[in-house]
């Protein structure tokens, strides 16, 4: 499978939400790895062993499930030691491994805001791909300006998920996915956008970017 392109995160904090949502608290977040782009149609391809229609595009309609099963398949074919184990579909998490994840919520929007104090890292248009653009599905990936971090997409094109559950006080298994993609109207296209999908289901603007590194899983169901 063809090379994820990861960078580091410095610890540090930064205020989550925005002005336009009720929750704004401070993160607390340590340093990690995460990846430059979204997993693309190419890379999933050479790990199923088909032929990608789109290889720059981010692959999509990848359930939350089949998300963390990526995961370690990335892990195994870098000779890490997989982060996530099964018990049909229960999903546990070695906090101290060192195999690729998925972000936390909190380290998703860490990594997004790049230091911004505001609803996005940039001008939407100059930064994301949103129903703006008149797409029928995901544009390649980094054709829009980075934040900070030298992160593309993070904003539009596809959502992403993210390890925690929407509301854990519910009882729900629903997971979060962050950030807006292509068919949202630009003003829902924010750092603090945060939506719901079921772990089994995939979606045609959804998919996943990967990160790794240990991490204190206190308050990060």
Do not use: K
């Not at 205020?15 to 890379?43: K, M």
């Not at 992403?160 to 009882?171: A, C, I, L």
């Amino acid at each position: 499978m063809s090379d994820v392109e990861m960078t580091r995160i410095p610890a540090g904090r930064v205020l989550r939400g925005d002005q336009r949502g009720a929750e704004r608290r401070e993160l607390v977040v340590e340093a990690f790895e995460i990846g430059v782009y979204p997993i693309t149609e190419e890379q999933l391809a050479e790990h199923l062993g088909i032929p990608a229609r789109y290889p720059r595009r981010p692959a999509v309609d990848i359930s939350w499930l089949r998300a963390v099963r990526l995961c370690n398949a990335l892990s195994e074919w870098e000779g890490l030691d997989p982060v996530y184990s099964f018990d049909g579909e229960v999903v546990d998490w070695d906090a101290d491994g060192d195999g690729f994840r998925l972000p936390t919520d909190d380290e998703w929007e860490y990594a997004c805001r790049a230091g911004a104090t505001g609803s996005t890292y940039g001008n939407v248009r100059e930064i994301a791909w949103t129903a703006a653009d008149g797409l029928r599905g995901p544009a390649d990936v980094g054709a829009r300006l980075p934040n900070l971090h030298g992160l593309f997409d993070m904003l539009g094109n596809v959502s992403e998920w993210s390890w925690n559950f929407f509301d854990p006080d519910s009882g729900s298994d629903a997971r979060a996915f962050r950030g807006g993609g292509w068919a949202d109207n630009p003003a829902q296209v924010r750092a603090a956008t945060r939506r719901a999908g079921h772990p089994r289901s995939g979606y045609d603007d959804v998919g996943v970017r990967v990160a790794r590194g240990a991490v204190d899983r206190r308050g990060q169901e």
